[in-house]
């Protein structure tokens, strides 16, 4: 499969632990985004890289929430103390600047704060 | 920042007919307009995609139109299928300052329901 992969597709923490979720971009893209996306509601842009850098983070990216894109290819969510409010399906998507940045999505990761 | 207004939130038809859903977008910068495809668990499938130099494209039974002077672009679907049920997304790229790194700003979203 070529396409945006993610993992875990679900995970269930208690409140104050700390979560970690990974995403494969497709190998040729150079652009990675993670977005959140709650019930009922369209995702929400959290943060942008290109290649390793980190070029942009939303003010819904509160300071528990950390994402690295270490060496330009798989990217890393980490939230800290995690919160109820923080449940949500979180989402992966990369682009290739030279196409346009015509966006694909991963399958998600569910997360639910219990 | 880009705001996207979507509508209708749901919408229901026989399987045959066409579907309508429109959106609006505020930042006049803006200019790609993607479609994605939600299925239940899912993550949003890209479905169909217009630039801001053309007015209308197709794919099949599906076509997209893009009024600039307004602010709105819409998803056409003619003949749906069953199979077409899912949330449907509209998105603009949002292109602060001139520069587009491909961040999307969607709508709210419409739950197309097709009854055999």
């Known amino acids: 499969d070529t396409g945006v992969s993610q993992n875990p597709r679900h995970k269930i923490t208690k409140r104050g632990q700390n979560v970690t979720f990974r995403c494969d971009p497709i190998?040729?893209?150079?652009?990675l985004y993670w977005y959140r996306q709650t019930l009922g509601q369209g995702p929400e842009f959290l943060t942008y890289?290109?290649?390793?850098?980190?070029?942009?983070k939303s003010r819904l990216l509160s300071d528990r929430f950390s994402a690295e894109r270490p060496k330009g290819s798989f990217s890393t969510l980490e939230i800290q103390r995690t919160e109820q409010g923080d449940s949500a399906m979180y989402l992966c998507?990369?682009?290739?600047?030279?196409?346009?940045?015509?966006?694909?999505f991963g399958q998600g990761t569910r997360l639910t704060v219990v | 920042g880009e705001n996207v207004e979507q509508h209708p939130s749901t919408l229901s038809v026989q399987e045959g007919d066409s579907a309508v859903i429109k959106c609006t977008y505020s930042?006049?910068?803006?200019?790609?307009f993607p479609w994605y495809k939600q299925e239940l668990g899912k993550g949003p499938q890209l479905i169909i995609d217009?630039?801001?130099?053309?007015g209308e494209k197709k794919d099949q039974r599906i076509a997209v139109t893009l009024n600039k002077t307004a602010k709105h672009f819409s998803l056409h679907i003619t003949e749906t299928q069953p199979e077409d049920s899912a949330v449907y997304f509209c998105?603009?790229?949002?292109?602060?300052?001139?520069?587009?790194?491909?961040?999307?700003?969607f709508g709210q979203g419409t739950i197309l329901t097709v009854h055999p």
């Open positions: 930042d006049s910068a803006s200019n790609y």
């Open positions: 998507a990369s682009s290739f600047s030279g196409t346009g940045a015509v966006a694909f």
């Open positions: 998105a603009a790229r949002d292109n602060a300052g001139g520069t587009s790194y491909g961040k999307l700003t």
């Open positions: 217009i630039r801001s130099n053309v």
């Open positions: 890289f290109q290649n390793e850098a980190q070029l942009e």
């Open positions: 190998s040729e893209h150079n652009r």
